[in-house]
Every structure is written in structure tokens, then in C-alpha cells.
């Protein structure tokens, strides 16, 4: 079983970065993907949760509007979409899977880990 994430960098405030995050080792339509964040000195936190489908999401509330989260099942890909990009988004970004769509916030639900991607958002 394999998450790669990649698609972070370095980009100024205001700006926007897609993540995007390659699956392997499992059937991954059958799996609920989510984005988390770890910002420095700080615990992991939810991002955002897109169920089997890709037809229903939800945000923590200092994304909503500003990120979006999609998938591509034919692809075994989850993405995300970050926009207004500031500099509390500063962090690495983790994508996770699991295999049922509730108490999705809770990162000790989730079975399936990515190594992360470090995103830089510069003043």
C-alpha cells in the first residue's frame, strides 16, 4: 500500500498550489480520502474529506471556500486545490484513506498514510 503525495512548493500569499496525491496497494474506490496538515510546533489536523464517489466533501472551516478537494478513481488520485493562500497555510500536507465515511476528523480513524508534501507560503 502506497500514498504519494507530492505537489508542494514554495508560493506567496495570495496565491494557489494543487496537491496531489497517487494511490496504490488497494482497491482505492472503495476508500474515503482525506487531506490533513501538520503546521510546525503543532498536532495534525484535518483538512478536508471526500467520500468513495467524489459527490460528497466536507472542510474544516478555515478551508471552506478557499480549498477543494476532488478525486480522479479511474486514476487512484485524490487532489487538492488550495487558493488565497496565506501564511498559517504553512505546513505539510498528508493525504490518508480509510474505508467508511464518518468521525472523519479523527486522524487515528484512518488506515492508509502518505509521507506529505511540504507547502510554503511566503509574506
Known amino acids: 500500500v502506497q500514498l504519494q503525495a507530492s505537489g508542494g512548493g514554495l508560493v506567496q500569499a495570495g496565491g494557489s498550489l494543487r496537491l496531489s496525491c497517487a494511490a496504490s496497494?488497494?482497491?482505492?474506490?472503495?476508500?474515503?480520502m482525506s487531506w490533513f496538515r501538520q503546521q510546525p510546533g503543532k498536532e495534525r489536523e484535518f483538512v478536508a474529506v471526500i467520500n468513495w464517489s467524489g459527490d460528497g466533501t466536507n472542510y474544516a472551516d478555515a478551508m471552506k471556500g478557499r480549498f477543494t478537494i476532488s478525486r480522479d478513481n479511474a486514476k487512484k488520485m485524490v487532489y487538492l486545490q488550495m487558493n488565497s493562500l496565506n501564511t498559517e497555510d504553512t505546513a505539510v500536507y498528508y493525504c490518508?484513506?480509510?474505508?467508511?465515511?464518518?468521525?472523519?476528523?479523527?486522524?487515528?480513524?484512518?488506515?492508509?498514510w502518505g509521507q506529505g508534501t511540504l507547502v510554503t507560503v511566503s509574506s
Open positions: 490518508a484513506a480509510k474505508n467508511y465515511y464518518r468521525d472523519n476528523q479523527n486522524s487515528e480513524r484512518y488506515k492508509y
Open positions: 496497494g488497494f482497491t482505492f474506490s472503495n476508500y474515503v
